[in-house]
């Protein structure tokens, strides 16, 4: 058998199956190995010319070019180790093992220790869900940066196209960077997608049909909120239900199911010290919207449905500035994240980069993309600028979070954030006094440097 193939996927499902179908579109011969034929000869079956099929993996493995560059669409978890190990004999150092499924960023590092020497290994984010696969994702790679170069020009030739038209690709970092910036990235979509509920809930709860909902949104999404995620809010509200009648949106069980990636994104936060309360409040709001309390087994609660008044008042201007807003805390937060998360690990992240590479294919492209580098440089004149116009918005944030009486962590989140920033002072103080009253901690004090206790029964004495 001749080595001709550029690239070979591993895991036929939709989103490995349209990224065979994306590679052989640009001119890659393709190898494709799936555990069970059925889904490869699925893929097969699109015609396309440059994506070869293969029975086992020896034979898949056998029919690439060196080195030998394999990507992984499997199920993140132990797939993952199942299929490296069966790999592993087959390949050398040279080779290259993209892992392009949302693995856990602490399994990409032990992966990367476990290979070291063996075979090059990439954690790789990927975004943009099965069309993004198809047509250009947003690809976020991480691994050393001998290995990366290997793969990155055949990334670049699949990936979407940022504003500039350059491809929404680049080496994150060393280590697992790739991994823990998709990771972030989806904490970031966790917070985006809730905090657009909660203005459409708000809204439905002023008795609006799906399709005026729609009509508000329409109005919004222009400017720094226009989004992906607005586009396919747009287009799910005017949705019919083919299986019944009216909206299909309406027939949806409001239950949120999650496969980790937010509540990862909040583990990481605590460990490196960063408040990412929108995220965790999206979270938070998608456990809960299973009701699954042990305290309320049984009981019947649910309140008959409310219809508040609607609003005198026009509210298109708060409603776009607190989405505005929300978009720009959801951002910043997971940025600050991988900012810190960086600073510590000397992964080699630039962040401009990072938020480059997010302006196409990926589920929270938005226009706002555009000016959030500006956060990482040192014009301090643009920030106080921002942060001043912010300052006299908060108004219409207030508005917003007080209308009507359905539930808005992430939009008071938001403001929580904001208004924390904006504070002189935190409670925080009154938090220390009490944990040194109890329990003798220690304070700083704002007139003198240094650590103190007491004052409370006895004298204040040096910690
Ligand atoms: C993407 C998405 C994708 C997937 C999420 C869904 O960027 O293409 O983030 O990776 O849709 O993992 O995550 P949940 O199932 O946790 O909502």
């Not at 065979?20 to 699109?46: C, M, P």
């Not at 993004?132 to 290997?150: N, V, W």
């Amino acid at each position: 058998m001749t080595s001709t193939n550029h690239v070979g996927i591993i895991g036929m499902s939709t989103m490995g199956g349209n990224f065979a179908l994306n590679f052989a579109s640009k001119g890659y011969d393709t190898a494709i190995y799936n555990r069970s034929w059925e889904k490869t000869q699925h893929v097969l079956d699109k015609g396309a010319d440059r994506v070869h099929g293969y029975k086992t993996t020896a034979e898949f493995v056998e029919s690439l070019e060196s080195p030998k560059k394999i990507m992984l669409l499997v199920k993140s978890g132990y797939p993952v180790d199942a299929v490296i190990k069966e790999l592993l004999p087959m390949l050398s150092e040279e080779d290259v093992i993209i892992d392009c499924g949302n693995s856990n960023w602490h399994d990409t590092v032990r992966r990367q220790e476990e290979l070291a020497g063996k075979v090059g290994f990439v954690g790789c984010g990927i975004s943009g869900g099965a069309d993004g696969a198809l047509h250009g994702p947003s690809i976020m790679p991480g691994g050393d940066s001998e290995t990366l170069q290997k793969i990155m020009p055949y990334l670049e030739k699949v990936a979407a196209k940022d504003f500039q038209g350059h491809p929404c690709v680049t080496p994150v970092g060393s280590g697992p960077s790739g991994h823990f910036v998709k990771m972030v990235h989806n904490g970031i979509e966790y917070a985006m997608m809730q905090g657009l509920g909660e203005i459409y809930d708000m809204l439905r709860s002023f008795g609006h049909s799906a399709l005026e909902i729609q009509e508000v949104f329409r109005g919004l999404n222009y400017g720094n909120t226009q989004s992906f995620l607005m586009d396919i809010t747009l287009d799910i509200l005017g949705k019919k239900d083919t299986k019944g009648t009216g909206y299909l949106v309406d027939r949806i069980k409001d239950v949120a199911k999650a496969k980790g990636t937010g509540g990862w994104t909040v583990e990481a936060a605590l460990k490196y010290g960063v408040a990412v309360p929108n995220i965790a409040a999206a979270v938070i709001a998608r456990t809960q919207s299973s009701r699954n309390m042990s305290f309320l087994k049984g009981l019947d609660i649910m309140d008959e449905q409310q219809v508040p008044k609607k609003p005198h008042e026009n509210l298109k201007t708060p409603l776009y500035r607190t989405m505005e807003l929300m978009f720009l805390t959801s951002y910043l937060q997971g940025l600050d994240l991988i900012y810190q998360a960086n600073q510590e690990e000397n992964w080699g992240v630039d962040m401009k980069e990072v938020i480059r590479i997010w302006e196409g294919g990926c589920i929270i492209r938005s226009q706002m993309l555009g000016m959030l580098n500006l956060f990482w440089e040192e014009d301090k004149n643009w920030k106080e600028k921002l942060f001043k116009e912010i300052h006299a918005d908060m108004d219409n944030l207030r508005l917003i979070m007080y209308k009507g009486i359905t539930p808005k962590p992430v939009i008071h989140s938001t403001y929580n954030y904001l208004q924390s920033m904006f504070s002189e002072h935190l409670p925080t103080n009154l938090i220390q006094a009490q944990r040194d009253h109890f329990g003798a901690h220690g304070y700083a004090r704002v007139d003198v440097e240094g650590l103190y206790t007491g004052g409370w029964n006895g004298d204040i004495e040096e910690f």
